[in-house]
């Protein structure tokens, strides 16, 4: 059982990934918005992006609010992850799922 502490220290490594996390979709919204405005995307194209965005950050939500002995393991995964040079793609998981074409459904 973790200490008072080491729950605090893995609620704060969770919290600091998170930000992190979340900041890295954050450009995404921020860049398609900065094409828009040059002309190069349209209105719907940055739609595409906003829907995305709010899917993989309700996902990276998903995955931090933990409590109790769940937090503590997803800090010590963090913590892996990063120690092997692994990173969860928050952006691609909340990629629209790929429409069924007419292969997919047997004709």
């Known amino acids: 059982m973790a200490t008072?502490?080491?729950r605090q220290a893995a609620r704060a490594s969770v919290?600091?990934?998170?930000?992190?996390q979340l900041g890295v979709l954050i450009e995404h919204v921020g860049w398609a918005v900065d094409r828009f405005r040059a002309g190069e995307q349209d209105?719907?194209?940055?739609d595409a992006v906003i829907?995305?965005?709010h899917r993989?950050?309700?996902q990276l939500w998903s995955f931090c609010d933990q409590s109790g002995a769940q937090?503590?393991?997803?800090a010590q995964l963090i913590a892996r992850m990063a120690?092997?040079?692994d990173a969860i793609d928050w952006w691609q998981?909340?990629?629209p799922a790929r429409p069924r074409g007419a292969e997919d459904l047997g004709r």
């Open 15 to 20: 919290a600091v990934y998170h930000e992190a």
């Open 51 to 53: 829907h995305q965005f």
């Open 71 to 74: 937090v503590e393991s997803t």
């Open 56 to 58: 993989a950050a309700r």
């Open 4 to 6: 008072k502490a080491e």
């Open 43 to 46: 209105a719907f194209e940055v």
């Open 83 to 85: 120690d092997d040079g």
């Open 93 to 95: 998981r909340g990629a």
